[in-house]
T-cell receptor
Framework: DQQVKQNSPSLSVQEGRISILNCDYT??????FLWYKKYPAEGPTFLIS?????DKNEDGRFTVFLNKSAKHLSLHIVPSQPGDSAVYFC??????????FGQGTTLQVKP | ETGVTQTPRHLVMGMTNKKSLKCEQH?????MYWYKQSAKKPLELMFV???????ENNSVPSRFSPECPNSSHLFLHLHTLQPEDSALYLC???????????FGDGTRLSIL
């Protein structure tokens, strides 16, 4: 049973608009959430994270929102750029430090 | 340039072969990880080493054998693999178990 789910396998957005990537989780004990970005033939790169005691964390064009009651987090990219086209993985950390990853969402930003 | 280097990038082997995957990190981290990514599946954690001691083994078959000789190097020794073991194997490291993990570019493994 998957504890971290990214229900949208793909997303297509026009350059300059907002990209919203979603992630749902089932385990209320997760205390830390991360987003990774992956280009083809490269490993995942850490993008942004959020602690469970916060509901928002912002870093430049990237903002992560956490809704603990809904067990939902989202990554907003504004404005989206063609270089943002990649696979985005959300991950949640349990109390042992182990990361549980979602399946990934492929984002395509069209010029 | 990535701080985590994995070699080889691609490996094709028969089921009776023995090979090893290598990972090296230049970030001064003290925890290292092996992940497996099969097609259409999330990354699956295989092994965790913290301060060169294995602290987690997620029910991985014994045909995968990790080795961590020092905090900068991690190996995954492969022996008598099955076709379903074909996947992307990713190494990661972190400064402590609770810090973001930095990944290498992976080894694409194909079992014939």
């Amino acid at each position: 049973d998957q504890q971290v789910k990214q229900n949208s396998p793909s997303l297509s957005v026009q350059e300059g608009r907002i990209s919203i990537l979603n992630c749902d989780y089932t385990n209320s004990m997760f205390d830390y959430f991360l987003w990774y970005k992956k280009y083809p033939a490269e490993g995942p790169t850490f993008l942004i994270s959020i602690s469970s005691i916060k509901d928002k964390n912002e870093d430049g064009r990237f903002t992560v929102f956490l809704n603990k009651s809904a067990k939902h987090l989202s990554l907003h990219i504004v404005p989206s750029q063609p270089g943002d086209s990649a696979v985005y993985f959300c991950a949640a950390r349990g109390n042992t430090g182990k990361l549980i990853f979602g399946q990934g969402t492929t984002l395509q930003v069209k010029p | 340039e990535t701080g985590v280097t994995q070699t080889p990038r691609h490996l094709v082997m028969g089921m009776t072969n023995k090979k090893s995957l290598k990972c090296e990190q230049h970030l001064g981290h003290n925890a290292m990880y092996w992940y497996k990514q099969s097609a259409k599946k999330p990354l699956e954690l295989m092994f965790v080493y913290s301060l060169e001691e294995r602290v987690e083994n997620n029910s991985v078959p014994s045909r995968f054998s990790p080795e961590c000789p020092n905090s900068s190097h991690l190996f995954l020794h492969l022996h008598t693999l099955q076709p379903e073991d074909s996947a992307l194997y990713l190494c990661a490291s972190s400064l402590g178990r609770n810090q973001p993990q930095h990944f290498g570019d992976g080894t694409r493994l194909s079992i014939l």
